[in-house]
């Protein structure tokens, strides 16, 4: 099983690069963590939020793998303890099939995205920025992992 992090933006800083990579390394080979980046839309002031949002959202969409489970990120989403998504990781590993977990740009995620997501995942009712993302989902899959595997990292 893979999962994709299928999120909008490229170009981040060194230190989202560093932070995301150190995690997504420690994930052991089964449930490896692969990034897609995805181009934004080129905004001017006269582009409409709901077109560009809805380009990002085709684009997400096309990156997702065939037959994988879809987990959008969104703020209205359901909140996920550690032990839940430890348990959920448990599950998606024993049935196999690929994730994608879908981040959208500074607009969210399209209709579309939601709309075939199977699951909508709310980190939290704060509002963090959208690089920063990548590096909390990275550091939480590890600490889930950590769990299911009765590692102290959890208890830290």
Known sequence: ???????????????IETGYREYAKRLPHECALQL????????TKTTPVRQA??????????????????IALDERGQSWSTETLAERLRNWLT??????????????????CLAQAHARWSLSA??????LVRVLLAEQLYRAWSLTQGHPYHRV
């Open 1 to 15: 099983m893979r999962i994709h992090l299928i999120c909008v933006g490229r170009r981040m800083p060194s230190w």
């Open 36 to 43: 897609v980046e995805i181009d934004p839309v080129h905004r």
């Open 53 to 70: 949002c809805e380009e990002e959202g085709r684009r997400i969409l096309k990156a997702i793998p065939k037959g994988a489970e879809i």
């Open 95 to 112: 049935d196999g099939r690929d994730r994608a977990l879908l981040v959208g740009g500074a607009d969210g995620l399209s209709p579309d």
């Open 126 to 131: 704060l509002t963090f920025p959208h690089p």
